[in-house]
């Protein structure tokens, strides 16, 4: 079965490249039930600095899950779900793609209305006229929170002591490269303190 794809149809208008709001294959019904959670988000083509494309249209997913009214989207800019935990450099690579009208797709961490946050797939989509002129963006979202987690975790397992919960040696190393990369790019001083415990291996054993 082909997957699907959805863009928001404007009069005037085409998508450059159809958005993917494919489900699981082989499961139409599946799929259909996803495309259905997924946030639809429709904006200006312009402008690209400050306050940057405007909301046009948001489906009923995109209230349902962000928390907000639509009278409180409408003509607001989409990094209104964006908060201080938003990671900049996605945010930069995000810009770069729109100022190149390119269709694209990243994950983004979300704010809804609350302040909760959660973790979005964004594929993105410029929509032009008969003309060839760009004149909206299609932006359709799938909430991927848990597998984020799951990442995280997996990662947390590979750098933490499964007796004590501290840190190991392999997470030493990764602060240690860190620190060294940060020397690279600006001036400061690292320090590495070594400590010798006697019967260290005991104390574990007997208390964790």
């Known amino acids: 079965m082909a997957s699907s794809s959805s863009y928001v149809d404007i009069p005037g208008c085409k998508a450059t490249e159809a958005v993917n709001v494919s489900g699981p294959k082989n499961n139409p019904s599946e799929a259909l039930r996803l495309a ?20 046009l249209y948001a489906n009923a997913a995109t209230l349902e899950h962000t928390g907000y009214q639509v009278h409180e989207v ?21 810009r770069r793609h729109l100022q190149a009208w390119d269709s694209f797709s990243l994950d983004l961490l979300n704010y809804r209305k609350d302040g909760s946050t959660f973790w979005s797939e964004i594929a993105v989509t410029p ?35 499964a007796v004590t919960g501290l840190p190991n040696r392999r997470a030493l190393g990764d602060r240690i ?21 006697n019967h260290l291996k005991q104390v574990k054993d007997n208390h964790g």
């Open 36 to 55: 259905r959670r997924d946030v639809v988000v429709v904006t200006t083509a312009e402008p690209f600095d400050s306050p940057g494309p405007v909301i």
């Open 74 to 94: 409408l003509g607001r800019s989409p990094r209104l779900l964006q908060g201080p935990d938003t990671d900049p450099e996605v945010r930069a690579r995000f």
């Open 127 to 161: 929509l032009q006229d008969d003309a060839g002129w760009f004149t909206h963006w299609v932006a359709v979202q799938r909430d991927v929170t848990a597998r984020h987690h799951s990442v995280r975790e997996l990662k947390e397992q590979a750098l933490l002591d």
């Open 177 to 197: 490269a860190l620190a060294l990369g940060r020397l690279k790019r600006e001036e400061g001083q690292l320090a590495v303190l070594f400590c010798d415990l």
